[in-house]
């Protein structure tokens, strides 16, 4: 039988809500945006929230880069901290644009309940939501972060879509941002544009006393974005957007987080 389109709208909105309550914002941050050929690359993984200061490491993931040919290789040298990942890979002799990836990672499972017109929620398992309490939301989270970093002219094969999850797909190069100008990008899940969704730009400070500032835009009809870009910086893109999950999943929804670093230049 079918939910009614009002209360299925509950339950979604309260998913959101709660999946927003809980996780920090998982990121990936490169050591540079401009490289060289054959030189070693390194990234800051974790969760935060405060960018890009982070608190929890991304854990062990299939760290990923796409080249500017195409060809997908992995991060040879990855370190586990408490805080933070680490990782790093001499580059091949290529130039153009590098796709950087943690790949996926799949974290806790999150439970919302209302009992007595009260809102609870648990990340663990073995806990027992009381017999009279009604499940708003039952979701694990899946994170994945990237950047794009570039030798020489940009070049657009590592921007392909994955057509997998979700991910922004960009339209202008994410190597050649300025001031003034805006970054367009369509937002995809499965390879279909999300419309309507939003999308939460931070722009950090890269300091430790200053907050980072945030801009919330949402996509059109047809999934896109074309974001002012007003300050110099390194900003970061957050969707989150929840989505069944697969057969034999560890929960019955998937709580998507999907993050791009990006470095916006003067003019």
């Keep these: 039988m079918k939910r009614p389109i009002l209360l299925r709208t509950f339950i979604a909105a309260s998913c959101f809500v709660a999946l927003s ?6 990121f990936l941050l490169p050591n540079s945006f401009d490289i060289q050929p ?9 969760f935060t929230e405060k960018f890009f200061v982070s608190d929890v490491a991304f854990g062990d993931t299939a760290f990923v880069i796409v080249t500017p040919e195409g060809e997908r290789i992995p991060f040879g040298d990855i370190h586990q901290f408490k805080q933070r990942t680490v990782a790093e890979q001499k580059l091949p002799d290529e130039k153009g644009t590098y796709r950087l990836s943690t790949g996926p990672r799949l974290g806790a499972v999150f439970r919302t309940w209302e009992r007595n017109g009260k809102v609870e929620s648990a990340r663990d398992p073995q806990q027992v939501i009381p017999a009279d309490a009604k499940l708003l ?7 994945i972060s990237e950047a794009y970093v570039t030798a020489g002219k940009p070049s657009t094969k590592a921007l392909a ?4 999850g ?3 797909v960009a339209v202008t190069h994410p190597s050649d941002l300025f001031v ?3 970054f367009n990008f369509t937002v995809q899940y499965d390879g279909k544009p999300l419309p309507n969704q939003k999308v939460s ?3 950090s400070p890269m300091d430790f006393a200053s907050q980072s500032t945030v801009q919330n835009v949402s996509t059109d009809a047809d999934g896109k974005v074309a974001l002012p870009l ?7 893109a957050l969707i989150r957007y929840q989505a069944p999950a697969p057969a034999g999943a560890a929960a019955p929804m998937y709580g998507n987080n999907y993050t791009l670093t990006f470095r916006v230049l003067d003019q």
Excluded: C, F, W
């Design 137 to 143: 939301s039952h979701y694990q989270s899946l994170s």
């Design 161 to 164: 879509p994955v057509g997998k």
């Design 21 to 26: 309550a809980h996780a920090h914002t998982p």
């Design 38 to 46: 054959k030189e070693m690359i390194g990234v800051d993984a974790g």
């Design 201 to 203: 730009v931070y722009r």
């Design 180 to 182: 003034n100008e805006k």
């Design 166 to 168: 979700l991910e922004i």
């Design 230 to 236: 007003t300050k110099a910086g390194i900003y970061l």
